[in-house]
């Protein structure tokens, strides 16, 4: 029903940036709370970022201050600007969108995967 796809993914050096993005085919981009998750190899997935209809946002204490997540409901796309990365941000990096407490209402993207050398 709602097709997520990410872009922008790579490898970067320690200090650098990327920006992600997340493209949804939907009509209704805007009903959806659209966020970021990553996981890291042997690790489970963690949320690193949401950002709400209207633009409220929320962060993972690990992003905080270098990670900003926003959305543009003309494009239907979200981004997650990444400054300043570690080797600790290597992870694939998923776009999600849901309805809160709406079954079934939860997509997710194929994942784009980053990579911080040291």
């Known amino acids: 029903q709602v097709q997520l796809v990410e872009s922008g993914g790579g490898l970067v050096q320690s200090g650098g940036s990327l920006t992600l993005s997340c493209a949804a085919s939907?009509?209704?981009?805007?009903?959806?709370?659209m966020g970021w998750h990553r996981q890291a190899p042997g690790k489970q997935r963690e949320l690193v970022a949401v950002?709400?209809?209207?633009?409220?946002?929320n962060y993972a204490d690990s992003a905080k201050g270098r990670f900003t997540i926003s959305r543009d409901n003309v494009r239907n796309t979200v981004y997650l600007q990444m400054n300043s990365l570690k080797p600790d941000d290597t992870a694939v990096y998923y776009c999600?969108?849901?309805?809160?407490?709406?079954?079934?209402?939860?997509?997710w993207g194929q994942g784009t995967q980053v990579t911080v050398s040291s």
């Open positions: 999600n969108a849901k309805v809160i407490g709406v079954s079934g209402m939860d997509y």
């Open positions: 939907t009509s209704t981009f805007s009903w959806y709370v």
């Open positions: 950002i709400s209809r209207d633009g409220n946002t």
